[in-house]
């Protein structure tokens, strides 16, 4: 029986000997690639190599890649559903193809991990069709006949569409933006053998079948509003550390598997409770051990909890860790730290320990002190003997911290149980603030870049040329502090202590326009983070990138440059390409920090 360690060594070396160079994995919380906000999968460094630039290392790589995923965090208190995972990856970049990598990927979980060939089930892609009944992409029997080949029989081969079998970043293969890249993929699942009933298949919700590894055949851009194939072929394996080792180990519950399984056993040291008497308590259990550990991943790259961005999914995961410990009768002030502590032996979390607890022990007592008035209120209220109402449980969401799914267990609790009619008010303001809620978090993760269009990447372009020019007019305290990008314009903001003034503001933009005009080169290279930073390229967010960094240099690399920066984003190939930079709008967002926007015109 193989742990998750000898897994991922077993899973690196295998394809090592297939020819893999191994790529350092990425920071969780990646400021150089100012197109998203957390890494959620090992090929998000690689997209611009996928879409063709050599890779320094070669055209084969492999690497394990913690990630956070926050689509499926209302799913995570099931067995299996995680936010925060180790993802294994192989790449074949321009290399091979769909021969080799679905013949690797059995070899791998047969030879090397001893899983059964006979519980294994395999999914591929059936196709895309416009509505007047057009191929746009065909069906996928080249991966079809290769399992078959391999030995999977056609009834444990199943067809699925765009929902199940295609992979973008913005799923939907005809929602897709400009410039972005994606592909039919290839899935493995594990048969736990049980539940069965008659239609079973390897994507129903029954819990017998697990993904363990998908094979993702990045072939399309979209380019011009319709989906063309890529100058290369290339192949992206992802596959979930932890749902491996549930396949080795054929055990059904990702909660008894490696970290999740020592923070399950911390929490029962401090609940009234033990993990498997009760499943409501169960669900306790996994969320906080989902939750506070991939707030401590977050808090270990020196993020703080706060109301935005980073900060915001720190400090919602770390509350509702609270929240689920409340259930779990825990009393014990600094839980969160002394759960966490499991997690010390990873050298980043050991290395950032002060800082961690620190912020569990300030989030949780203050937030504990929120809900403990929110409890009180509740008391009292049925101590006068009022009726609860919906609007006024919903108030215990809105005003004093309760997670909103939770509101009905805990009312549950204390003995209170609505009517028809008043449950109705309560799921009508559920729904309203749901609605809110997407429109507000649309808006707080809208960094970054909107797209990989070509005005997109000019105008990315154009903040490096703004950052330096700020810098040489302001001062080198410049520093930048957050972007967003669309088409039609470009948001920077910066470090300062006031507003521009016009004079200033037409300095920076004289400046960025003379080095459009004299259209100088935009040179990239790859190199370590060490020599980037003592050849003066400009790295805010040093201990957040990882040890190999791309830089991008406006002008001569050695010599007389206008911008040296390291940046994970797409660029133009020379300043002429930009346009005219024209600043239209400055805000003083707070203490030190100026927001300016700008456009490019032709």
């Not at 100012?34 to 690497?63: N, V, W």
């Not at 549930?246 to 490696?258: R, Y």
């Not at 620190?358 to 002190?369: C, G, I, M, R």
């Not at 009180?376 to 809105?398: H, P, T, W």
């Given at each position: 029986?193989?742990?998750?360690?000898?897994?991922?060594?077993?899973?690196?070396?295998?394809?090592?000997?297939?020819?893999?160079?191994?790529?350092?994995?990425?920071?969780?919380?990646?400021?150089?690639?100012?197109?998203?906000?957390?890494?959620?999968?090992?090929?998000?460094?690689?997209?611009?190599?996928?879409?063709?630039?050599?890779?320094?290392?070669?055209?084969?790589?492999?690497?394990?890649?913690?990630?956070?995923?926050?689509?499926?965090?209302?799913?995570?208190?099931?067995?299996?559903?995680?936010?925060?995972?180790?993802?294994?990856?192989?790449?074949?970049?321009?290399?091979?193809?769909?021969?080799?990598?679905?013949?690797?990927?059995?070899?791998?979980?047969?030879?090397?991990?001893?899983?059964?060939?006979?519980?294994?089930?395999?999914?591929?892609?059936?196709?895309?069709?416009?509505?007047?009944?057009?191929?746009?992409?065909?069906?996928?029997?080249?991966?079809?006949?290769?399992?078959?080949?391999?030995?999977?029989?056609?009834?444990?081969?199943?067809?699925?569409?765009?929902?199940?079998?295609?992979?973008?970043?913005?799923?939907?293969?005809?929602?897709?933006?400009?410039?972005?890249?994606?592909?039919?993929?290839?899935?493995?699942?594990?048969?736990?053998?049980?539940?069965?009933?008659?239609?079973?298949?390897?994507?129903?919700?029954?819990?017998?079948?697990?993904?363990?590894?998908?094979?993702?055949?990045?072939?399309?851009?979209?380019?011009?509003?319709?989906?063309?194939?890529?100058?290369?072929?290339?192949?992206?394996?992802?596959?979930?550390?932890?749902?491996?080792?549930?396949?080795?180990?054929?055990?059904?519950?990702?909660?008894?598997?490696?970290?999740?399984?020592?923070?399950?056993?911390?929490?029962?040291?401090?609940?009234?409770?033990?993990?498997?008497?009760?499943?409501?308590?169960?669900?306790?259990?996994?969320?906080?051990?989902?939750?506070?550990?991939?707030?401590?991943?977050?808090?270990?790259?020196?993020?703080?909890?706060?109301?935005?961005?980073?900060?915001?999914?720190?400090?919602?995961?770390?509350?509702?860790?609270?929240?689920?410990?409340?259930?779990?009768?825990?009393?014990?002030?600094?839980?969160?730290?002394?759960?966490?502590?499991?997690?010390?032996?990873?050298?980043?979390?050991?290395?950032?320990?002060?800082?961690?607890?620190?912020?569990?022990?300030?989030?949780?007592?203050?937030?504990?002190?929120?809900?403990?008035?929110?409890?009180?209120?509740?008391?009292?209220?049925i101590s006068e003997g009022n009726k609860v109402d919906g609007k006024m449980a919903f108030d215990l969401y809105q005003n004093d911290g309760f997670p909103l799914e939770l509101t009905l267990e805990f009312l549950g609790q204390r003995g209170i149980?609505?009517?028809?009619?008043?449950?109705?008010?309560?799921?009508?303001?559920?729904?309203?603030?749901?609605?809110?809620?997407?429109?507000?978090?649309?808006?707080?993760?809208?960094?970054?870049?909107?797209?990989?269009?070509?005005?997109?990447?000019?105008?990315?372009?154009?903040?490096?040329?703004?950052?330096?020019?700020?810098?040489?007019?302001?001062?080198?305290?410049?520093?930048?502090?957050?972007?967003?990008?669309?088409?039609?314009?470009?948001?920077?903001?910066?470090?300062?202590?006031?507003?521009?003034?016009?004079?200033?503001?037409?300095?920076?933009?004289?400046?960025?326009?003379?080095?459009?005009?004299?259209?100088?080169?935009?040179?990239?290279?790859?190199?370590?983070?060490?020599?980037?930073?003592?050849?003066?390229?400009?790295?805010?967010?040093?201990?957040?990138?990882?040890?190999?960094?791309?830089?991008?240099?406006?002008?001569?690399?050695?010599?007389?440059?206008?911008?040296?920066?390291?940046?994970?984003?797409?660029?133009?190939?020379?300043?002429?390409?930009?346009?005219?930079?024209?600043?239209?709008?400055?805000?003083?967002?707070?203490?030190?920090?100026?927001?300016?926007?700008?456009?490019?015109?032709?």
């Amino acid at each position: 029986m193989a742990s998750v360690d000898e897994i991922r060594k077993k899973y690196l070396d295998f394809f090592k000997k297939k020819g893999h160079k191994e790529i350092s994995p990425a920071p969780l919380v990646l400021e150089g690639d100012p197109t998203t906000l957390f890494t959620s999968a090992g090929m998000q460094p690689l997209i611009p190599y996928l879409k063709g630039e050599k890779h320094p290392l070669g055209m084969r790589l492999c690497d394990s890649q913690p990630s956070l995923r926050l689509q499926d965090i209302e799913e995570v208190g099931d067995n299996r559903h995680t936010t925060f995972f180790e993802m294994l990856g192989n790449w074949s970049l321009g290399d091979y193809f769909k021969e080799e990598q679905l013949s690797w990927c059995l070899e791998f979980f047969t030879k090397e991990l001893g899983i059964k060939k006979e519980k294994l089930w395999v999914s591929v892609f059936e196709g895309l069709k416009d509505k007047s009944g057009k191929e746009i992409v065909p069906r996928d029997e080249a991966s079809y006949n290769i399992w078959l080949k391999l030995g999977i029989p056609k009834e444990r081969i199943f067809f699925y569409g765009p929902q199940k079998n295609w992979w973008s970043r913005s799923g939907d293969p005809e929602l897709m933006p400009e410039g972005e890249i994606g592909g039919p993929d290839s899935e493995v699942f594990y048969d736990f053998g049980k539940p069965q009933h008659p239609g079973c298949h390897p994507n129903c919700d029954c819990g017998r079948f697990l993904e363990i590894g998908n094979s993702v055949f990045i072939q399309y851009e979209k380019k011009n509003g319709k989906l063309v194939e890529l100058p290369q072929k290339n192949v992206d394996f992802g596959g979930g550390l932890e749902r491996i080792a549930m396949a080795v180990l054929s055990q059904n519950d990702i909660f008894k598997i490696g970290t999740l399984k020592d923070l399950v056993s911390k929490i029962e040291e401090v609940s009234a409770f033990h993990y498997g008497d009760e499943e409501k308590k169960d669900k306790s259990f996994r969320i906080v051990a989902d939750h506070l550990r991939a707030a401590v991943n977050i808090l270990a790259e020196g993020v703080y909890p706060a109301n935005k961005l980073h900060g915001y999914v720190a400090r919602r995961l770390i509350r509702k860790s609270v929240f689920h410990l409340y259930f779990l009768g825990v009393k014990k002030n600094n839980a969160l730290s002394f759960i966490a502590a499991s997690l010390k032996g990873q050298e980043k979390i050991s290395k950032n320990w002060g800082f961690i607890e620190e912020n569990l022990n300030l989030e949780e007592a203050k937030f504990k002190q929120i809900m403990e008035k929110g409890v009180r209120k509740l008391d009292k209220i049925i101590s006068e003997g009022n009726k609860v109402d919906g609007k006024m449980a919903f108030d215990l969401y809105q005003n004093d911290g309760f997670p909103l799914e939770l509101t009905l267990e805990f009312l549950g609790q204390r003995g209170i149980s609505f009517d028809k009619k008043a449950e109705e008010v309560f799921r009508s303001e559920f729904e309203k603030h749901k609605e809110l809620s997407r429109k507000t978090a649309a808006r707080i993760f809208k960094g970054g870049l909107a797209d990989h269009s070509f005005e997109v990447t000019k105008l990315h372009t154009a903040t490096h040329l703004i950052h330096s020019a700020l810098r040489k007019v302001l001062g080198e305290s410049v520093s930048q502090k957050g972007s967003n990008i669309t088409s039609e314009r470009l948001r920077f903001d910066f470090s300062f202590d006031r507003k521009l003034t016009d004079e200033e503001i037409n300095k920076v933009e004289k400046m960025v326009n003379e080095v459009i005009k004299r259209g100088l080169p935009v040179v990239f290279e790859e190199k370590p983070l060490d020599e980037a930073i003592s050849e003066g390229a400009l790295h805010f967010f040093a201990e957040r990138y990882g040890k190999t960094v791309k830089v991008y240099t406006v002008g001569d690399p050695r010599g007389e440059y206008f911008s040296k920066e390291v940046c994970g984003g797409p660029h133009v190939k020379n300043t002429k390409e930009i346009g005219r930079v024209k600043i239209i709008k400055q805000e003083k967002l707070g203490a030190g920090v100026i927001r300016i926007y700008a456009v490019a015109k032709s």
